[in-house]
């Protein structure tokens, strides 16, 4: 292996089970029918990653818990360098590419090298995160099996380029040679480098290896003269890394300048007039920079600092050259708007990205009308701090609650998010502060039940909790005020998995009005199903009394699943819901609780039945069977007291999928 010195052994064992430990994500994982590489370069991969990784290990005598980025980064420079010198041309998506349909997407346009980059934004977006020398029991399991594994051989690469020498070869070299007759460290690594190197390079182990500190570099204001051009470079985060800056005359690359950690306070850069026409910072991505949407500055035309608008289908990864705006069809549907199609307009990109927006314009066939609506988002992170991120937030929304008659609601909102010192630990805080502004139209329809027309309520939720799979927890402490009415509202939630995959959860809901001049039950707490004046769940027939679509059951407030005759409370309402697991998706669930109304005694509720947990959050059917009604089950229309839960909104199916890496 090149750069890589003598082995100890002459013989290295390679077979499909080392590269099963340590594959090629996403290669790994695609059917040999639709793969868009030749098999005989997957197979030339393969043997690479486990061979490579097989010939370190057994060459590198270190603590691969504590010094596991050493493997890590050496492998993966290596990778880097080989595909560069064997497969130049070699895109990320490989021949899927070269289809007309999939050539104008950036994603078809990417690097095979790119994916390490991606891999560490990915989590960097995320404020997930870690230092490389962070010990390996401590990293999240993305981290530890791709995100830490690719910044590491990126780290190097970028070493490399920075040195623009043998230097990092010979380093890694020697410190191979060295582990043949003793157990080494970082710090001999570090020390060999050093030696070996004619720059400063503190930066790169406090900066790039000890910390997870988030590196942004941008293009701030041009000042022009007589004859030259002057444009200033900031520095967005802590960290002191160095960066090169590329100047460019009709897309010829003209020169390239390191700036070094020495230059970093207050730099800029001095070119004379019409020598360049756009200037790039670090124009590929061995760099684990946050952000490289700031990254280039064209120095022509009076909106020079604006990116053209680029429109694509679906999604794609981010393009830094322009603007990209993502649009595809959605179709929603409920009973008063009937079927919902929508044309979803929105920057979301395949890896998150501080700012995003969503545009949501809806025709309702059902009214046929207009509708929609709108989602406007920013992510102030702050990495390596305990309050680690506040998102601020604006929505809007604009359907039908009942026949002929819509609504408005806009709520602008903040959420402040803390963690453990621990990224790993599941436990999590938060604190989501909003204002929710309702305007509905009148509807004669609704005339019965006296419901306001225009409100706004205040709603302030702290919240904690542990998600750990065996065994898990949440508190929601939630106070409202509106001009009618001031509740406390509290919620714990508990489950927890047996070895024997046996599971029992417990939910207790207790909510108490603090004042209520309300004369109508539209702010009352809900047994059994919620009124939901907030506007927050998706109900498909929220003012359905009978039929269907009263069926429809979202666990919240009370959380009963049989229906009552009075099931609304004004002054309080305490619930205890349980249920315990039988066989696989079959569960038992049983729900006990009181609650009162102005000038009645209290009342006592309870309920049981059958469980069908098909998919959890996403298709759920509850089937009654005993409560203070009597024997459901005996009922001559027990259908209509089936309930069930169903949900069309497809991240909540996704997030199934994905929440096993975060």
């Given at each position: 292996m090149k750069n890589s010195g003598l082995q100890k052994k002459k013989k290295i064992i390679v077979s499909q089970v080392d590269y099963d430990r340590n594959p090629f994500y996403g290669l790994n994982q695609l059917p040999s029918f639709i793969s868009p590489f030749p098999n005989s370069f997957l197979y030339e991969l393969k043997f690479l990653k486990a061979y490579s990784q097989n010939y370190l290990k057994q060459n590198l005598n270190i603590n691969l818990r504590k010094d596991h980025y050493l493997l890590n980064g050496i492998q993966n420079y290596l990778l880097i360098n080989y595909i560069e010198e064997n497969y130049p041309d070699l895109k990320l998506v490989g021949t899927l590419g070269n289809f007309k349909i999939t050539k104008s997407y950036q994603l078809a346009k990417a690097e095979f090298n790119d994916q390490y980059f991606l891999a560490y934004l990915l989590m960097g977006r995320k404020n997930l995160d870690q230092s490389l020398t962070e010990s390996r029991e401590n990293l999240v399991k993305f981290n530890e099996q791709i995100a830490s594994r690719y910044k590491a051989g990126l780290t190097f690469k970028f070493l490399s380029k920075y040195l623009n020498n043998d230097a990092l070869d010979k380093?890694?070299?020697?410190?191979?040679?060295?582990?043949?007759?003793?157990?080494?460290?970082?710090?001999?690594?570090?020390?060999?480098?050093?030696?070996?190197?004619?720059?400063?390079?503190?930066?790169?182990?406090?900066?790039?290896?000890?910390?997870?500190?988030?590196?942004?570099?941008?293009?701030?204001?041009?000042?022009?003269?007589?004859?030259?051009?002057?444009?200033?470079?900031?520095?967005?985060?802590?960290?002191?890394?160095?960066?090169?800056?590329?100047?460019?005359?009709?897309?010829?690359?003209?020169?390239?300048?390191?700036?070094?950690?020495?230059?970093?306070?207050?730099?800029?850069?001095?070119?004379?007039?019409?020598?360049?026409?756009?200037?790039?910072?670090?124009?590929?991505?061995?760099?684990?920079?946050?952000?490289?949407?700031?990254?280039?500055?064209?120095?022509?035309?009076?909106?020079?600092?604006?990116?053209?608008?680029?429109?694509?289908?679906?999604?794609?990864?981010?393009?830094?050259?322009?603007?990209?705006?993502?649009?595809?069809?959605?179709?929603?549907?409920?009973?008063?708007?009937?079927?919902?199609?929508?044309?979803?307009?929105?920057?979301?990109?395949?890896?998150?990205?501080?700012?995003?927006?969503?545009?949501?314009?809806?025709?309702?066939?059902?009214?046929?009308?207009?509708?929609?609506?709108?989602?406007?988002?920013?992510?102030?992170?702050?990495?390596?701090?305990?309050?680690?991120?506040?998102?601020?937030?604006?929505?809007?929304?604009?359907?039908?609650?009942?026949?002929?008659?819509?609504?408005?609601?806009?709520?602008?909102?903040?959420?402040?998010?803390?963690?453990?010192?621990?990224?790993?630990?599941?436990?999590?805080?938060?604190?989501?502060?909003?204002?929710?502004?309702?305007?509905?139209?009148?509807?004669?329809?609704?005339?019965?039940?006296?419901?306001?027309?225009?409100?706004?309520?205040?709603?302030?939720?702290?919240?904690?909790?542990?998600?750990?799979?065996?065994?898990?927890?949440?508190?929601?402490?939630?106070?409202?005020?509106?001009?009618?009415?001031?509740?406390?509202?509290?919620?714990?939630?508990?489950?927890?998995?047996?070895?024997?995959?046996?599971?029992?959860?417990?939910?207790?809901?207790?909510?108490?009005?603090?004042?209520?001049?309300?004369?109508t039950d539209y702010f009352s707490f809900g047994l059994d199903r919620p009124k939901d004046y907030l506007f927050d769940y998706q109900f498909y027939g929220r003012s359905e009394s009978s039929g269907f679509f009263s069926q429809q059951i979202i666990i919240a407030e009370g959380g009963f699943k049989s229906k009552f005759v009075n099931p609304y409370a004004n002054q309080w309402m305490s619930t205890l819901n349980i249920t315990s697991s039988i066989w696989k998706w079959i569960q038992l669930y049983g729900d006990i609780g009181a609650y009162k109304n102005k000038g009645l005694n209290p009342e006592f509720v309870y309920d049981s039945g059958i469980h069908f947990n098909l998919v959890p959050d996403y298709f759920e059917i509850y089937c009654p069977v005993y409560s203070k009604n009597g024997w459901e089950i005996a009922d001559k229309n027990y259908g209509e007291k089936i309930r069930f839960q169903f949900t069309l909104n497809p991240k909540i199916l996704i997030g199934i999928f994905t929440r096993k890496w975060f």
């Open positions: 380093s890694i070299i020697q410190f191979l040679e060295i582990n043949k007759t003793r157990f080494t460290t970082s710090k001999d690594f570090e020390t060999i480098l050093k030696s070996n190197s004619k720059e400063n390079l503190d930066w790169f182990f406090n900066e790039m290896i000890d910390s997870n500190k988030q590196i942004d570099y941008a293009f701030g204001r041009k000042k022009e003269e007589k004859n030259t051009i002057t444009i200033a470079v900031k520095n967005k985060s802590e960290s002191m890394v160095p960066f090169m800056v590329t100047g460019y005359k009709k897309r010829t690359k003209v020169f390239e300048k390191w700036i070094k950690p020495h230059q970093l306070k207050d730099t800029s850069i001095t070119v004379f007039n019409d020598s360049i026409d756009r200037l790039a910072i670090n124009r590929d991505n061995y760099f684990t920079e946050i952000n490289n949407r700031n990254n280039f500055k064209s120095l022509k035309g009076f909106l020079s600092s604006n990116k053209p608008f680029k429109f694509a289908f679906i999604r794609d990864i981010e393009n830094a050259k322009y603007n990209q705006v993502f649009y595809y069809p959605e179709i929603g549907y409920n009973v008063y708007d009937g079927a919902i199609i929508t044309l979803a307009l929105n920057n979301r990109s395949l890896i998150e990205r501080p700012f995003t927006y969503n545009l949501s314009p809806s025709y309702s066939t059902s009214t046929q009308s207009i509708t929609g609506a709108t989602y406007f988002n920013y992510v102030f992170n702050s990495p390596n701090k305990r309050f680690f991120q506040t998102r601020v937030s604006f929505t809007s929304a604009y359907f039908h609650y009942i026949e002929n008659a819509s609504y408005l609601r806009i709520t602008p909102s903040v959420l402040f998010r803390f963690r453990e010192n621990q990224i790993k630990e599941n436990k999590s805080k938060s604190l989501f502060l909003r204002q929710i502004i309702v305007k509905k139209e009148y509807s004669p329809l609704a005339v019965n039940d006296n419901s306001p027309l225009n409100y706004s309520v205040f709603d302030a939720r702290f919240a904690i909790g542990d998600s750990e799979t065996a065994q898990g927890y949440g508190v929601l402490t939630n106070l409202q005020f509106g001009d009618k009415f001031g509740k406390l509202i509290s919620e714990v939630n508990y489950r927890k998995l047996f070895e024997s995959n046996y599971q029992i959860g417990f939910r207790f809901y207790g909510g108490l009005f603090l004042y209520n001049n309300s004369n």
